[in-house]
């Protein structure tokens, strides 16, 4: 590993070892004569070589030491940068595990919230509060579980946020859900109130996007009229196929010759989807901009957005209804 005493000094130590030995074995009597004083000096002179070479050696051993210590604090440099290098590793595969985190961590908050309002106020009401947006629901009828609750919140969490930026920045953040079971219809919105039928639930629990069409009319209750119910209708089903939790192809109906644009819900949505597509990708937003500022007059909206009336682009549409790019 280390071949520091080249083989010339080693050999050059050996031997002036070897005469020192002997010389001083030889001389180990008492020294008078003149002779005896020539042997003395040269004993001197080979202690002084032997002097040297022993400085030699100590000066190589000190080189020797120094390269050792350097070597052992790079190894300990190098095994230190390993272990940094490893913890960033980790820390890189953390940050980078995320988007399932991130539903674990806010499923966690909302549950923590839950169980602190659910102290505060009477049994059946509950507040989930996340981001800045709230949902309470108020389920009178409560003969469905903690898990069904926690999925329409879930619900609610993915796609409002979403919805209410696209679709009506300055609507509320807080949001009611009552859970009914005297209600005569599925389900109803005013404001900012959405009221269920609790049977939808028993029946249907995974269905919650039932609240994303229903979110999409607390969006639209500032529009200054609900006249054109056909096409409120159809765009609160348009946002559900958009956003809602199920599979999308679920969420619209196949094209049937007998319908017609004005006959709502998931009809009309089709036929958004398939203006969306190969007419003008901003006529969803053209047209909840045009309700809301109270600018449909009488369908000129349609002309303003594609430059057709609303029957030359159905009568397109039954042509071809298919909605592929
Ligand atoms: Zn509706």
Not at 33 to 42: F, V
Not at 50 to 75: D, G
Not at 124 to 149: A, C, S, W
């Amino acid at each position: 590993m280390f071949h520091f005493f080249p083989e010339s000094i080693i050999k050059d130590w050996k031997s002036q070892t070897e005469d020192f030995n002997q010389t001083t074995h030889e001389s180990s009597g008492i020294e008078t004569s003149s002779g005896e004083h020539t042997q003395y000096l040269q004993k001197l002179s080979i202690l002084d070589e032997h002097k040297k070479t022993a400085q030699t050696l100590k000066e190589m051993l000190e080189e020797i030491l120094k390269l050792l210590r350097n070597w052992i604090v790079k190894n300990d440099k190098d095994s230190e940068t390993e272990k940094t290098k490893n913890n960033e590793t980790s820390t890189a595969v953390q940050t980078i595990e995320p988007p399932k985190q991130t539903d674990n961590n806010e499923t966690l908050q909302a549950e923590e919230t839950t169980i602190k309002s659910s102290n505060n106020q009477s049994d059946g009401v509950k507040v989930y509060t996340l981001n800045g947006f709230t949902l309470t629901i108020i389920n009178e009828v409560q003969d469905f579980g903690q898990e069904i609750e926690q999925r329409i919140f879930d619900t609610f969490n993915k796609v409002y946020p979403k919805m209410r930026e696209r679709f009506n920045k300055e609507a509320t953040k807080n949001v009611t859900l009552i859970v009914d079971s005297k209600l005569n219809e599925t389900a109803r919105t005013s404001n900012k109130t959405i009221e269920i039928h609790s049977a939808h639930f028993k029946e249907t629990p995974l269905d919650t996007d039932t609240i994303t069409h229903e979110l999409m009319h607390v969006l639209q209750s500032s529009y200054p009229n609900f006249e054109l119910r056909w096409l409120i209708e159809g765009l609160a089903d348009y946002a559900r196929w958009k956003y809602g939790c199920d599979t999308h192809q679920e969420k619209l109906t196949n094209f049937e010759s007998k319908h017609n644009y004005t006959d709502s819900y998931k009809v009309t949505a089709r036929f958004l989807v398939w203006l969306e597509t190969k007419v003008n990708d901003k006529v969803v937003d053209r047209l909840n901009e045009g309700l809301q500022k109270n600018q449909y007059k009488n369908g000129t909206l349609w002309k303003e957005i594609t430059q057709k009336s609303v029957d030359d682009l159905w009568n397109e549409y039954t042509k071809n209804p298919d909605l592929s790019k």
